[in-house]
């Protein structure tokens, strides 16, 4: 017989190279067609369309399965019919979350909305353990209302990738205002990149991001932290408070997603934005941890290099410049107040001082005749670096081992490089010729500028420490002693202690009260707001004590009765934090020093002018003027608070001292 393969019937049969009987009998196949000769000889039908019989695996491979089999939950075995039960429950979810938003009224997707301000109640929750005055509800979603222009002091985030804003109707007066009033001082953002991305925000959605979400919040609060008309919104001063802190509440939120953000300059900003906000706050524990984080950031993306100065525009680098200049100053401020080593070395730093009248005149204060001009963000920056060596010369670890001479030597150094900082502050713009015609935020930062210089003299010469000499001469109510020390003829005590102590150089004294009266006047003339308050007590209250221990020892100098009255002043500024501040009981002593010093000085003022046949009537006591009596009541910003609550946006735990209350920094 002759044997002709069909080349169709090996293709049909694939690889099979025998037809199933002979597949079956393992005997080699010739393959014919349509009849192999082992079908013809076994009389069988010749077929090929059974599939190759699964080899038998080894019997310790069928016997781990079995045991795998046997310990195998049993809703494994059902794992498809869970999922579809899944996908069902999802795809109902969905149908009654769409049901729900087409049943919400239309006005509400895009606007603020007045009467959340007024809810809360039991369905309040906070975002954090951090106390804030405003209370968040816990299911519905921010809602705006574009009719009012109340923001809301109760009310939930919004989902996360939503990032709610108010209409930019409401918040573009206050956006003006940040940078009409201080964003030309502090250069924290500018405003044309700025501007830019708050119109893409509203009309290209698709380009949001929690980066540029924050820094919208940061602006708005820092804003609403500044004096602002009260016709800006419609809102008073606790409505502010409120806004402000919902606003740097929602900036915290996202810090997780910033503190590696090196691609731009938009994480950086926010970060020392948010130091600002908490620096002005009663407790800048905050400032003190996320500035760290700031000046790292900065490190890495090589601000304070001219290393990769050729990749940007000069534009780019000068906002570079000055963003890093920010978080220096901020930095060696913070180290400084709470006595903690600085993250910046300023061996490090290689790059130049912003110039004294730069093109565009951002950081610069005028006169109001526009003859004379003061470059404020340059002069903070010098003062930074004195605050640095301060610390590290007097106040570091490496310090307290040296000698008393080795210490008194570096208070010369230090005593001249404030002499010289000083001697270059145009004279209008000196602490005893400043007005209010520079303006208000103007004035407030001054004011912050001039307590800064006061904190450096009282730390520099020893005036800042419950335990120092001259503290225990007050309270001992000697004057003898007191003039001693202002005199540098004091003795020492031996012991560790007084190697810390330093003799007060010849006219220090003179210059320390100099500028406490300056600093306490240039106060008064200030709108006394929750930042000026938080950020100047500590050297303010310290100055308010340097006076009252001059009028001791000199009770009829010629500005005796000036004094008498800013020292009453900033006694009932003291007392009037006492009552907001939540455990005022930490602050006992202090406040028994500072009674024991009033008394004592109202004695011998009194017999001062008993004695010179002066019949007035004591003026200490007469001049306990009330804030209150100001037009428009510059505290309402607190009176919203219930009970004894901070006025800051956040509390703090146990009894650890603040920058902002101390008013004898440690």
Partial sequence: M????????????????????????????DMLQPTCSNCILYKAECTTGKGRRKPNPPARVRAAAAIQHHQQPPYTTANTDKTEDRLARIEKQLEQLIALQASRPPHTTGSWSSSQCEQGGDSAMTLSNADFDVAFPS?????????????????????????????????????????D??????????????????????????????????????????????????????????????????????????????????????????????VMLFQNSSDTSPASVIIGTAIRLAHRMRLHSRDHAELFSPDENLQRQRLFWIAYVLDKDISLRIQVPSVQLDSDIDIDVPPVK??????????????????????????????????????????????????????????????????????????????????????????????VYLLILVMTYGIYNQDSNWVQAIRSGDRNAIRNLVLGTERYDSGAASQKQVRLLPGSWHKVVQVSRGCLRLFDMCIPTECLIWQCSCPHFSGMMVLLANLLIEPTHADAVSDEIL????????????????????????????????????????????????????????????????????????????????????????DGDSLGVLPLCR
């Fill in 567 to 654: 020292s009453a002043r900033a006694i009932q500024l003291f007392d009037k934090v006492l009552e907001l501040i939540p455990d005022p009981e930490h602050y006992t002593d202090i406040r028994g020093i500072i009674e024991e010093l009033y008394n004592r000085a109202v004695l011998v003022i009194n017999e001062a002018k008993s004695q010179g046949g002066d019949d007035q009537v004591d003026v200490l006591e007469a001049n306990l003027l009330s804030y209150e009596t100001l037009d428009g009541d510059p505290w309402s910003w607190a009176a919203a608070l219930p009970g004894r609550t901070d006025f800051s946006a956040d509390t703090r735990d146990g």
């Fill in 2 to 29: 002759t044997a002709r393969v069909d080349n169709h019937a090996l293709g049909r049969s694939g690889r099979r190279k025998a037809c199933d009987l002979c597949f079956t009998k393992k005997i080699k196949c």
């Fill in 358 to 451: 730069p093109a565009d005149d951002v950081g610069v204060l005028w006169t109001s005749d526009r003859q004379t001009c003061f470059n404020h963000h340059r002069s903070m920056i010098h003062l930074a670096q004195i605050q640095g060596r301060v610390y590290d010369w007097l106040h570091s670890n490496s310090s307290a081992k040296m000698s008393r001479q080795s210490r008194q030597q570096r208070v010369q150094q230090l005593d001249r490089m404030i002499t010289h900082w000083y001697s270059t502050i145009p004279a209008a713009f000196n602490l005893e010729n400043l007005d209010a015609s520079i303006g208000e935020c103007a004035l407030i930062h001054m004011a912050k500028m001039y307590h």
């Fill in 139 to 179: 299911r519905d979603p921010v809602v705006f209302d574009s009719a009012s222009t109340k923001f809301p002091v109760a009310m939930d985030l919004a989902p996360r990738d939503e990032l709610p804003l108010p209409p930019q109707a409401d918040i573009m007066p206050i956006v003006d205002h940040y940078f």
């Fill in 181 to 274: 009033t201080y964003a030309y001082i502090m250069p924290l953002f500018d405003q044309k990149s700025f501007m830019a991305m708050l119109y893409q925000w509203y009309t290209d959605p698709s380009t949001r991001n929690k980066a540029s979400w924050a820094a919208i919040q940061v602006v708005l609060a820092i804003a609403l932290r500044t004096p602002i008309p009260e016709l800006l919104n419609g809102c008073g001063g606790s409505d502010r408070h409120h806004r402000a802190n919902f606003f740097l509440k929602n900036a915290q939120s996202v810090v997780s997603d910033l503190v590696t953000r090196d691609k731009d300059l938009l994480g950086l900003q926010v970060l020392l934005g948010i």
